[in-house]
């Protein structure tokens, strides 16, 4: 059984940065396309970033330019660098792959706000 494990969240005024961190149980960056997935408070989850085993990355528009996606196939470790925050980024972020097949950690809290 997979398990994925996001941390990195936090408390961010506009503006400001923050970098998550997806950890997996198993080896399953290095054969599997993987991506970050956020979910705003009262909105369904979204895909925001993804990246390929090759390296190859997608981010949807409205985080582009801001937001960039990265991996460590050997140590089973996906990132997220979020700069330049905004208000509309508050959500819970989560990581798995690209389609979904593994059950949902439990996320992690981003909240921007003055």
């Known amino acids: 059984q997979v398990q994925l494990v996001e941390s990195g969240g936090g408390l961010v005024q506009p503006g400001g940065s923050l970098r998550l961190s997806c950890a997996a149980s198993?080896?399953?960056?290095?054969?599997?396309?993987m991506g970050w997935y956020r979910q705003p408070p009262g909105k369904q989850r979204e895909l925001v970033a993804a990246?390929?085993?090759?390296?190859?990355?997608y981010v949807v528009d409205s985080v582009k330019g801001r937001f960039t996606i990265s991996r460590d196939n050997a140590k089973n470790m996906l990132y997220l660098e979020m700069n330049s925050l905004k208000p509309e980024d508050t959500a819970v972020y989560y990581c798995?792959?690209?389609?979904?097949?593994?059950?949902w950690g439990q996320g992690t809290q981003v909240t921007v706000s003055s």
């Open positions: 990246m390929s085993s090759d390296g190859r990355a």
């Open positions: 798995n792959t690209v389609p979904l097949v593994y059950s």
């Open positions: 198993g080896n399953i960056f290095s054969i599997n396309r």
